[in-house]
């Protein structure tokens, strides 16, 4: 069933305040960019360190720069003019990529203190910080029936190495922004995020892309196999993107919420196999299991407690995996299909729909029309 996009009342006001999002090349910086434009928000300004060709999403009428935000002249030039601040950049992945690239993730540091103290020079009046469930303690995260986890499990720490750690410095610097100089900010624990638009191959894709890419890739060359990472009985949940830009917005606009890191995710928890046996069954394909042992797989269990977030918003994530998944997997099956060439994308999508600059594929014109109408389509078997 389509559902509309349900856009809060919280983030209104003055449409013509400028918006600043970091990050604005990838997965949900871009579909954030696209948010506000819908919600007639005028001045918005989208900043990634890829070139723009390569941004995943461009809006038009979204000024775009490419700029690197680890270096603090970049960032006073990011934060002119700025009224609100979105930082969703990061060196970032799976876990593939996190556990290899500690380094890289540690430095998005950098992003965070040049980031904080341009926006707070520039009189920024709210900082919105995309932390990560990877800050919660590991300890917690062991047993794959995992106790979900609530905002104060963070402390005592012992964040995932180099990227949790990170994430847990980063809201440090944010909750002491607010305390010694009075600068609102916004603290956001991402669960993982999955949907249209996002990393679907290249080696940082999670675990609803990869999943995805594998089963489409076995579909379509005849070969009737799968391999997971770990044994598959690791859990996690995974929130849609459109919940996330909801609650993006409605976490930056609640004041009960300044510099009070709270949990952002589903808690609808899955196994990795139970998430194969969606995306099997959206695929109308059965597929052999091999495993990779030796593989990165991160914790054992992960859940996100949303008692929290309830209470102070009155929401939390509700779309259905399933419900998500077969939107998710549609737009990646199309992607797949175009970069093998095995099916023109041009077929399946008019010319007259594009509204917006393509990154990677054509665009709808429309949010709604890219998390709904599309999702309706079955792919080919
Ligand atoms: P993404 O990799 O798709 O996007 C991040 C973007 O940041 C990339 O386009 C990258 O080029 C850009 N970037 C990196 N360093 C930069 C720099 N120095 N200057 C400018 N741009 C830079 O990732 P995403 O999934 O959109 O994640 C966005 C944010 O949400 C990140 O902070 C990430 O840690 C956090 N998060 C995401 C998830 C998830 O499941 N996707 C989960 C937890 C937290």
Request: charged share 25%; glycine share 10%; aromatic share 10%.
């Amino acid at each position: 069933m389509n559902k509309e996009l349900k856009l809060p009342a919280n983030g209104s006001g003055n449409r013509e305040r400028m918006i600043v999002i970091t990050g604005a090349g990838g997965f949900i910086g871009g579909a954030l960019a696209r948010y506000f434009h819908e919600k007639g928000f005028t001045h918005t300004r989208a900043v990634d360190k890829k070139p723009l060709a390569e941004w995943y999403q461009r809006v038009r009428g979204v000024e775009s720069l490419c700029l690197d935000v680890s270096n603090e002249e970049s960032c006073q030039r990011v934060c002119e003019g700025a009224t609100e601040v979105y930082n969703l950049a990061a060196d970032m992945g799976g876990m593939g990529f996190i556990e290899r690239y500690r380094i890289e993730c540690l430095r998005s540091v950098l992003i965070n203190t040049h980031l904080l103290e341009a926006a707070y020079r520039a009189g920024v009046e709210r900082y919105f910080f995309s932390s990560s469930a990877c800050a919660y303690n590991t300890d917690l995260q062991k047993d794959p029936h995992v106790r979900p986890l609530k905002e104060s499990d963070a402390y005592p720490a012992m964040a995932e190495r180099g990227y949790g750690w990170e994430k847990l410095f980063s809201e440090m610097l944010c909750q002491e922004y607010w305390a010694e100089r009075g600068m609102k900010t916004f603290i956001a624990r991402f669960h993982n995020v999955y949907g249209p638009y996002g990393t679907w191959d290249g080696g940082r894709e999670k675990a609803p892309a990869a999943i995805s890419r594998k089963v489409i890739a076995a579909k379509h060359s005849g070969t009737p196999r799968i391999e997971i990472w770990g044994d598959g009985t690791q859990t996690r949940s995974f929130m849609f993107i459109e919940d996330c830009l909801i609650g993006i917005d409605m976490i930056t606009h609640c004041e009960d919420l300044i510099a009070r890191p709270i949990n952002l995710g589903s808690s609808e928890l899955v196994s990795v196999n139970e998430l194969v046996d969606i995306v099997e069954e959206i695929a109308h394909v059965k597929l052999e299991r091999t495993y990779d042992l030796g593989a990165p797989k991160g914790v054992g269990g992960r859940n996100s407690d949303n008692s929290l977030i309830k209470q102070i918003l009155g929401w939390e994530p509700n779309t259905p995996l399933r419900e998500g998944m077969g939107k998710t997997y549609s737009w990646i099956e199309r992607e797949y299909l175009a970069s093998t060439s095995r099916q023109p994308l041009d077929e399946k999508q008019p010319k007259t729909l594009l509204a917006f600059d393509r990154g990677r594929s054509p665009l709808p014109v429309s949010l709604s029309e890219a998390f709904q109408g599309r999702g309706q389509e079955q792919p080919a078997r």
